[in-house]
């Protein structure tokens, strides 16, 4: 019972800091992201299982946001660029390098499920850069 409640504790006092489900910060529609030629539409789509935590243990969500516009504990994954390079491969080795420095602060993924959450990652970057040519 002390563990459950202490469980439940720490659920309710981390859950403000590490955020959660957030109706008011919608899922991006993962249907519509844009597919890189390295990846396939199941790959994305398990990827966005694992950005908001549903397989491999993934926790991206808990600071890049439920919508991933970012939080004060990550950026925001949609503005169309990213610091690190946003090309399949510069994404993916920022996703490795993280993990190597911060072990199991992503979750427990295997190569696979990096390949899938870079391909969701390239998805959300991909959709504003391919809006703002469309708009040119
Ligand atoms: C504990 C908080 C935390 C978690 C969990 C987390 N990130 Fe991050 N992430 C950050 C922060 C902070 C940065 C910015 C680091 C920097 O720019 O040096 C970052 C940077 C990134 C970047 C590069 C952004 C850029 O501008 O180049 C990507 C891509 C990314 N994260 C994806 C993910 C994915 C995918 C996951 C889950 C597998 C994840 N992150 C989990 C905090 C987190």
Redesign the pocket.
Known sequence: MTGRLAAALCAVMFAPVFGQADEARPRPDVGRLPISANATAEEVALGDR??HGEAAG???F???GWDAKGTT???D?TVGS?????SFSE?KA??KH??AV?PG???D?TPADVHA??A??WGLVHQERIARQAQR
């Open positions: 694992i950005f993934g926790t991206c808990q600071c890049h504990n990550g950026n994954l990213l610091g690190w390079g946003e994404i920022t996703i993280n993990m911060a602060q992503d979750g993924l959450v870079t969701y990652v």
